[in-house]
């Protein structure tokens, strides 16, 4: 049998966030006491009232094949979470619910983008962003920014990055993997600059919209001048602990709502039944029930950064959201401890593994080769001993 596989996979690359979490657990199967640092998912678990509405609905028997774009009391759930929340308005024919943020992502991807399309990714980005953007043959077109201007790219850069060809820009706020925000007033200069290209659509990835320390989330759709040009993103992965019950979610133009319908429903269909009406519960309630575990992530954020100040050679900036610090570690390169010569983030995310024991992602997965990202999904005590891990194996490198 000819064992060969598509062009289109061949051209992907594998998840380096799962790579990382999967090497790491082939470290601890061997005995290795890794701390892995590597995977966005919190370490809470669901809140009780979500579980107790999944436990309902079994009892209840939502137990069949569910509508494509999910059940219309969830979408109604969510159109009312949109204007509640953020001032957006979504009606439930604009929503359609997925299996996960990324399963949105993928929608959007194979039902609007052609080959030879391309799409702005202001960078770092999202790791899969690069790749969902490409099983259509569409082009991701990257624009570099830096721990100087808080990850976040300038009008000017994405005006120059536009060309005839470009179809869409995609962007998260809060940021994975960097934390950082973007301010109202600066998503209304993108809003502003976007207004000039009709053509050009807004994927908006707003995923880690609980868990910002800024205030108020904010969301580009809110300017009424853009929103026809805007996809709103979100799930309840990270603010509700929901990493496992798959559960994503998209706000859009009716005509693109209905083409993300299409598609979905040829791939997978209605999404899990007992997820959505746990999902339905979260999104009802009051979104202070979310304020503990972000009260928990701002503190080890503050942890975070003290420790990893006291480490010489590592630039920081201030995260305003997620659960990530996105260090520069250039000053590294070029360094050796005598057998491992680091040349770039993935060498010294390697070295920290197989020295440090501590799983840790490179910068390159998300567009930026000069850093590395760790996760703060942990507790105190593991992420003070692998801080200290850290920073007595990189004080090896000379």
Not at 32 to 40: E, N, T, W
Not at 255 to 273: E, L, V
Request: proline content about 5%.
């Amino acid at each position: 049998m000819n064992n060969q596989i598509s062009n289109t996979l061949n051209n992907l690359s594998e998840s380096e966030t799962l790579a990382m979490t999967r090497l790491s657990r082939e470290l601890i199967a061997e005995g290795k006491d890794v701390i892995s640092l590597s995977i966005g998912e919190p370490d809470f678990d669901t809140p009780e009232f979500i579980k107790d509405a999944a436990k309902k609905a079994i009892d209840d028997n939502y137990t069949h094949y569910t509508p494509v774009p999910g059940y219309s009391e969830l979408r109604n759930a969510i159109s009312t979470k949109f204007k509640r929340d953020n001032n957006l308005d979504y009606s439930p024919d604009q929503i359609v619910v997925s299996t996960g943020a990324k399963h949105s992502l993928a929608n959007i991807s194979i039902s609007l983008l052609n080959p030879d399309d391309e799409v702005i990714l202001p960078a770092p980005y999202w790791v899969s962003y690069r790749e969902i953007v490409k099983i259509p043959g569409a082009k991701p077109v990257e624009i570099p920014s830096s721990i100087d201007q808080d990850f976040k790219v300038s009008i000017a850069q994405i005006k120059a990055a536009i060309t005839d060809k470009t179809r869409m820009i995609w962007f998260s706020t809060p940021c994975n993997p960097s934390g950082s925000v973007y301010s109202k007033d600066e998503l209304r200069d993108i809003a502003e600059l976007i207004k000039e290209y009709p053509n050009i659509i807004i994927v908006s990835d707003e995923i880690y919209e609980h868990i910002s320390f800024t205030g108020k989330h904010e969301s580009i759709a809110q300017f009424d001048f853009i929103k026809d040009q805007v996809i709103t993103v979100n799930g309840v992965s990270k603010g509700f602990a929901m990493t496992g019950w798959r559960i994503g979610y998209l706000g859009a133009p009716k005509w693109i709502a209905d083409a993300c319908i299409k598609m979905q429903g040829q791939f997978t269909s209605g999404t899990c039944s007992i997820s959505q009406k746990a999902a339905q519960a979260a999104l009802e309630a009051d979104p202070v029930c979310t304020l503990k575990m972000k009260k928990s992530f701002e503190k080890r954020r503050e942890l975070v950064l003290s420790l990893m100040n006291e480490i010489p050679g590592i630039k920081l900036n201030f995260p305003k959201g997620a659960f990530y610090v996105f260090p520069d570690v250039s000053n590294y390169f070029g360094k050796s401890d005598g057998e491992t010569v680091i040349n770039n983030a993935t060498d010294l995310t390697m070295f920290l593994l197989n020295n440090g024991l501590v799983a840790l992602v490179t910068g390159e997965a998300f567009g930026d080769p000069n850093c590395i990202r760790i996760s703060y999904a942990a507790s105190e005590e593991v992420l003070i001993e692998a801080i200290k891990r850290i920073k007595e194996t990189l004080a090896l490198l000379k």
